[in-house]
């Protein structure tokens, strides 16, 4: 199976079927960072999951054991790391965004590899939280993520409904460079994979700097307006990295255009 690229019609992407192929066996099984998992479809970080179902992250990741998959915790949830950890064998990332206070931000590395955790997924494109107009049209309130209790507070102190944007910038290190991930892959010997990654120009520049992974997202499309879909920047940046990290980010056109795995997010809240 491979993919044609229609000129007209917004550049839509279109399925060309080889047909008369033996498909009796097919194996959908990769490998991501040296982790055999059963199908290239990872859990992707959600904050606040308990919005959704009352186990929280608990449930996502024995589903992710089930299934012989990873599944990347984010540092927004409900139930702490250790929780998570305890729960089930699931192959776990961890999530976070670089704290104002990085002491917090290396407590939380230092915990996440205490808890077992494989790699760190370095969320990059949220230094200032975008206007979520579904959150605020809601009056979305922020819970305490676990994982900071003690640390930092990220409940909303509006009264008047939601403010995720207020907990992000009291929160969130809106100074973040390249020359921060270099300091985080000196504090941890687990890999780093960069998310929020859609130009050549910044992948390149993660491998550059020895990242060991990248991720393709726009954030769910709620952090930046008239930003490209993800499997509109895949292409482009896997052939930016030629293969030196794993891209990941549709499930089958992203595959056909280079992806090594999809991360899959089972409710969109503000990851």
């Not at 859990?43 to 929280?56: D, F, H, I, R, S």
């Not at 009056?139 to 409904?161: D, P, Y």
């Not at 390249?178 to 050549?200: E, H, M, Q, R």
Request: proline content about 3%; overall charge positive; some cysteine.
């Amino acid at each position: 199976m491979h993919l044609t690229r229609e000129k007209w019609q917004l550049n839509l992407l279109m399925f060309q079927p080889r047909v008369l192929v033996d498909v009796s066996r097919i194996n959908i099984s990769t490998t991501i960072l040296g982790y055999s998992i059963l199908a290239p479809i990872i859990v992707a970080p959600t904050a606040m999951y308990k919005l959704a179902n009352p186990e929280g992250e608990l449930a996502s990741a024995r589903a992710a054991a089930a299934c012989n998959t990873i599944m990347v915790l984010s540092s927004m949830s409900i139930c702490t790391m250790e929780e998570v950890a305890s729960s089930c064998s699931a192959i776990r990332f961890f999530q976070f965004y670089v704290t104002k206070r990085w002491d917090v931000t290396v407590h939380l590395v230092q915990r996440a590899e205490r808890s077992g955790c494989k790699g760190i997924v370095l969320t990059v494109d949220t230094l200032r939280l975008g206007r979520l107009e579904a959150d605020i049209k809601k009056k979305m309130i922020s819970l305490q993520a676990k994982n900071f209790e003690g640390l930092l507070s990220t409940e909303s102190s509006s009264k008047k409904g939601s403010n995720p944007e207020a907990v992000a910038s009291e929160i969130f290190d809106d100074s973040l460079s390249w020359k921060d991930v270099s300091w985080l892959k000196f504090i941890t010997n687990l890999p780093i994979l960069i998310k929020g990654v859609l130009s050549a120009e910044g992948a390149a520049k993660a491998v550059e700097i020895g990242v060991a992974g990248v991720i393709v997202s726009n954030h769910g499309a709620c952090q930046l307006d008239y930003v490209p879909a993800t499997i509109s920047a895949l292409e482009e940046v896997v052939q930016a990295v030629r293969g030196k990290v794993p891209p990941g980010t549709d499930i089958f056109k992203a595959l056909t255009l280079g992806a090594q795995a999809v991360f899959v997010s089972f409710f969109q809240l503000t990851v």
